[in-house]
């Protein structure tokens, strides 16, 4: 199989999605690797790098996608990309389309197989293509909260944690999953006051045993999120449906009860965001935007700002699925592993995960009718 990977194009997305020990590891199977011309120098790879493994560097994205019969990436492929796309054509990447509509109609158009990394699912539930980035989101989302609550950058000039004689922040977390405990980490650690909000009772019990009493946890319903929300410095958004879009939990009500200069930060953007006054995506380069008096942090790539950090997390799990894509064939890898079989968002012209069809108010088609 001919594995491509293209440069990301996506506002200061400098992950890539294969490292050249992955390169090594397909070429090693009988495959072919081609990689564009700088696409992992944001990550700290040059192209000799790759070239030493064997892969073949090639100097444009158009190259790379005519030639391969998957193509690996880390965001989704945005409009200058969609004229790139075949039938039949494997594309291993996170899709997120239930929040992207215009991707998936172009995907259906031209019979594109959209495998998503954050719909591969293991039978416990877990979702181990998403999990890293996730860490690594939950983590940085107090990191950019801490840093936007600095008066300079529009904040309440709160310090996350306070000094002896001043109380620390107060931090409120929606969703007790990968991201949420991440972040509760990051904050307990700067010593703020942290609440996390959720909607199952196991779940909070295994955070109050986690955190040893350290937090506090409360039932997600509405009379719950309002007050809590009116109290938060820095509320983060960090609820995931997997496939499907968000829940929005915080009305525009809501979020005009917070404190002037508080700070939203969610996580849960690229799925279309919790919360209702995240009606834009932002990019690194221009983060946030101020409405009511509050400052929203809206960026869908959080992870591509510590891409050395973020390529390795993310490589270490999606390089097996590769690997079992390219060794296998599309249609035996998805027969032989049932996780990596959800994984599939597009086939054939339809679309093949529940959630994702519901979300965009697609007809769902399983991919057993259309073997």
Known sequence: MVVGVPKEIKNNENRVALTPGGAGMLLMAGHQVLVEAGAGVGSGFGDEDYAREGAVIVADAAEVWASSDMIMKVKEPLPAEYGYFREGQMLFTYLHLAAAGDLAEH?????VTGIAYETIQLPNGSLPLLTPMSEVAGRMSVQIGAHFLEKFYGGRGILLGGVPGVPPADVIILGGGIVGTNAAKMALGLGANVVIIERSADRMRALD??????????????HNIASAV????????????????????????????????AVIVDVAVDQGGSIETIDRVTTHSNPTYEKHGVLHYAVANMPGAVPRTSTLGLTNVTIPYAMELANKGFAQA??????LQLGVNTYKGSVTHPAVAEALGMPYVKLSDLS
Not at 107 to 111: E, N, Q, R, T
Not at 209 to 222: V, W
Not at 334 to 339: D, K, P, R
């Open 209 to 222: 045993d986690i955190f040893g009493g350290r937090l506090r946890t409360l039932m997600s319903n509405p």
């Open 230 to 261: 009116q109290k938060a410095d820095l509320l983060i958004g960090a609820v995931l449906i997997p496939g499907a879009r968000a829940p929005r939990l915080v009305t525009e009500v809501m979020v005009q009860s917070m404190k002037p200069g």
């Open 334 to 339: 998805i027969t032989a592993n049932y996780a």
């Open 107 to 111: 995907l259906l158009s031209k019979k």
